[in-house]
């Protein structure tokens, strides 16, 4: 069962972590901090480079958090706060990966929700440090406090759509609604 968490952790946690990477910077294949603002722009999020940097930040620290199994409550709220906000953007595309839906960030929140439960197992940073095991409402308060530091992350920076049409959709004078 530990070697199983070992590498449940290190496959989830590396690839949480290089989706930071490539948010800020041109590494695996990243478009550059310019780039994961310009995402960021396009699914509607206020907040510029400062809203990239802190996805970045949070995907690098609790990926490798997660990785190491070290202050894995910690990592577990990092993990699914990042991969909410991505699930509540690609919602509305449905379920598939295909169609850029939110398969890929529902299944990492749930990778992280699991190791919440289980704990990191036996080789991990958090055993090395004495901390384990820890109380059932720790796991319960992580996943908890991940989503819904996610939502409110989504809440608070996400632009809403505008209530008046846009000047490109007025008619112009003598021009016929269609």
Request: hydrophobic residues 50%.
């Amino acid at each position: 069962m530990d070697t199983g968490l070992l590498i449940l952790r290190l496959v989830a946690g590396l690839l949480i972590a290089g989706h930071g990477v490539q948010k800020v910077s041109f590494r695996l294949s990243g478009s550059g901090l310019a780039g994961g603002t310009e995402e960021f722009r396009h699914d509607g999020f206020r907040g510029g480079a400062l809203t990239a940097l802190a996805a970045g930040a949070g995907q690098i620290g609790s990926g490798l958090l997660l990785a190491a199994g070290a202050l894995t409550p910690l990592a577990v709220v990092g993990a699914i706060g990042v991969m909410t906000v991505a699930l509540t953007v690609k919602w509305p595309n449905g379920l598939w990966v295909q169609k850029d839906g939110y398969e890929y960030p529902l299944v990492l929140i749930a990778l992280a929700a699991a190791l919440a439960f289980t704990g990191p197992g036996r080789h991990s940073a958090d055993q090395a440090l004495g901390l384990l095991p820890w109380p059932a409402w720790w796991a319960v308060t992580a996943v908890a406090v991940g989503a819904g530091s996610g939502l409110a992350v989504r809440a608070l920076l996400h632009r809403h759509a505008p209530l008046v049409p846009v000047p490109s959709d007025i008619p112009s004078e003598g021009e016929r609604p269609r």
